[in-house]
């Protein structure tokens, strides 16, 4: 393995993706929202259950249904929606000012520019948002309509890449999506977000920070870290 780079990185995340398919599956369908919606349930869902995050964006979105009603409504309307995800204030704060920017900028609310732009400049252009790092950038870009090529890696993903080696022990999730990205360049969208669904849905389970169920992983044979 070479860490995410090569024909040898290339196999490795093929061969998985193949390994992980029935653990995807069994995950159902992630939603396809708009890249505007996209962005707003990957901000509140920071370090916060899956149940519990979706939960607070359904709230946020029967109570306000369009961007320009939450961003009239102010970060304090927003936390009674969301209050219930982790670091709730901080969330509430950055969603309003984040859709300020984009409406600002933006005339609007459609980020459906983005699927014009090269991937780095999209990533970029998002990333300048307040509150928005990479894993929210490549989320707007890959899990909603824009269905663009690019890996989302949250803590459970960088976790899985991290103990098989794929990438080193100290990556952050920046290096991970753009080492398993750079090394699927044939991949659609599609691809990268089973191969995020997959992974996660591991590290949920198989794969957790406190245990691990080696013997009953499907990457048990390449994963550098396994206990036999």
Known sequence: MQSGFGFCGHDDIQRWQRALEPIRAS???LPRRSPIGALVKSMI???T?????LAAYDRLVAAFATPARVLAAGPGEVLRCIGAVTHAEDKARYVTRALGRIAAERRG???GFL???PLDDALAWLERLPGVGRKVAAATLNASTLDRPVLIVDSHVLRVLQRTG???R????RAASE???RAMPEWQGRDFLDFHIGTKKLGQTLCRFDAADCAHCPLRTDCRARSD
């Open 27 to 29: 995950a159902g369908p």
């Open 45 to 47: 869902s920071g370090r």
């Open 49 to 53: 259950r899956d149940a519990v995050s």
């Open 109 to 111: 609310f459609d980020l």
């Open 115 to 117: 699927g014009d732009l």
């Open 166 to 168: 794929f990438v080193r």
């Open 170 to 173: 100290g990556a952050e999730g």
């Open 179 to 181: 080492a398993v990205t």
